[in-house]
């Protein structure tokens, strides 16, 4: 990003430009930006507002309390944008992923994983479990931020990432590709008797309210993990873990 620009954010985290002129122009130059936050409307925020959606750059809208958050106390005038730490792919490139290994395409879906401690965790396990790639949307879902990066431990420098404006539509085109996608609840059936060892696409709904119902009716299977105790639900990363390492358990079974 252009210096100047991050001079005027003063104590804002260094990924984080603060300001309208700050942000427009940052808008303008094409600075990789993940996510707007603003605070208003009309003036500047419009032209801020028309700038992101021109670009394809989510803008969410958020309280002063979260401007003041994001900017570390730094003059925010009702718009703070964060840079995105890492580039974005296409979903073609991550089908492209598995033709190059020679393997059967293995590819995770999250559907509104907003907190980017759980998108870190997911990305980190889908670099170790061996998956292709993850597909993201833009609106409500966490970005390649600087927390994603630091809690994926480096993964999010290896593991594509494509983000998308339709999930739906990304899904039929792995369905095109001979991609069967497999959702992830309560209702599916067992994960350890579901062969998981075929071209597969793994989604992982929202921590708060699961995949959605346009989601959940593209799914081909839906798998669920068996639970013992009281609880009747993990955090979204650590199911997704084990989903994951019960794919790559299978395919090593059967190579």
Not at 116 to 123: R, Y
């Amino acid at each position: 990003m252009d210096k100047n620009i991050k001079d005027k954010t003063n104590d804002a985290p260094s990924d984080v430009i603060c300001g309208r002129n700050p942000v427009i122009e940052a808008l303008k130059s094409g600075a990789n930006l993940d996510t707007i936050y603003i605070d208003g409307n009309g003036g500047s925020l419009s032209v801020i507002r028309r700038l992101a959606k021109e670009k394809g750059i989510p803008v969410k809208d958020v309280r002063d309390e979260k401007l003041g958050k994001l900017s570390g106390g730094a003059s925010h005038q009702g718009v703070a944008a964060v840079g995105a730490c890492g580039e974005y792919v296409s979903v073609e490139d991550i089908l492209a992923v598995s033709e190059k290994k020679g393997t059967k395409p293995f590819i995770i879906i999250c559907d509104e994983i907003e907190d980017p401690h759980n998108l870190g965790a997911i990305i980190r396990t889908a670099e170790t479990s061996g998956a292709d790639g993850v597909i993201i949307p833009k609106r409500r879902s966490a970005g390649l931020n600087a927390t994603v990066f630091k809690t994926s431990a480096g993964a999010a420098s290896y593991v594509p990432v494509a983000r998308v404006s339709n999930l739906a539509a990304a899904i039929d085109k792995l369905k095109e590709n001979g991609v069967w996608i497999y959702g992830t609840d309560a209702s599916g059936s067992d994960y350890s008797e579901t062969d998981l060892t075929g071209s597969c696409g793994l989604v992982i709904g929202s921590e708060g309210f699961g995949i959605s119902r346009l989601i959940r009716e593209k799914c081909d299977f839906m798998i669920r993990l068996p639970m013992m105790g009281k609880i009747n639900s993990l955090n979204a990363s650590v199911a997704a873990g084990i989903f994951m390492y019960e794919i790559l358990r299978q395919r090593r079974k059967v190579n």
